[in-house]
């Protein structure tokens, strides 16, 4: 670590402190050549990716909206806070894991769909109708059918690794 006073490259560390919040360690270090003191800070990096919307504009991820997402989504069902919590959790990584700089919010907005599909029917087709912004119920209604027949299709896949024919 470079000493502030003299550019030294050398210093040792003296005292080491967990932050208040746990996320960070505060550091005090001594030059070993000016033997002046100095404090620094150690965190983890975030490297969640910045979010491009649709008009092109770009911000950086915001947990906060997917949450808002998940729980209006999955408002007054039996769905408790923790696992909505994961979900939105699961997503985090998956973005990270990408390694990408920037995202689009339709990707985003498709990842919390298919979470919401694997968690409640009720709460994808709330989150689906707002998203995908139907301009008529002919779309909602399509929407359905084709949520029924992946389900369909899914259960008789089940039955068909669970029994199959000699």
Not at 50 to 61: A, H, I, N, S
């Amino acid at each position: 670590m470079k000493c502030p006073f003299c550019s030294n490259l050398e210093t040792k560390v003296v005292d080491s402190r967990v932050g208040k919040d746990g996320a960070m360690i505060r550091r005090r270090r001594q030059c070993e050549v000016c033997l002046q003191r100095h404090t620094t800070y150690e965190r983890v990096e975030e490297t969640l990716p910045f979010v491009v919307k649709k008009d092109g504009r770009r911000e950086p991820f915001e947990r906060d909206k997917v949450m808002s997402g998940f729980q209006k989504a999955c408002e007054k069902r039996p769905i408790s806070i923790e696992t909505i919590e994961s979900g939105v959790a699961n997503l985090e990584m998956q973005l990270i894991a990408l390694g990408e700089k920037e995202i689009s919010s339709t990707y985003i907005g498709e990842l919390v769909m298919d979470a919401l599909k694997k968690l409640d029917d009720v709460a994808y087709v709330r989150f689906a109708s707002v998203y995908r912004a139907f301009k008529d119920i002919g779309e909602f209604v399509e929407l359905i059918r084709d949520h029924e027949n992946q389900e369909q299709n899914s259960e008789n896949l089940a039955l068909q690794l669970a029994d199959p024919e000699p």
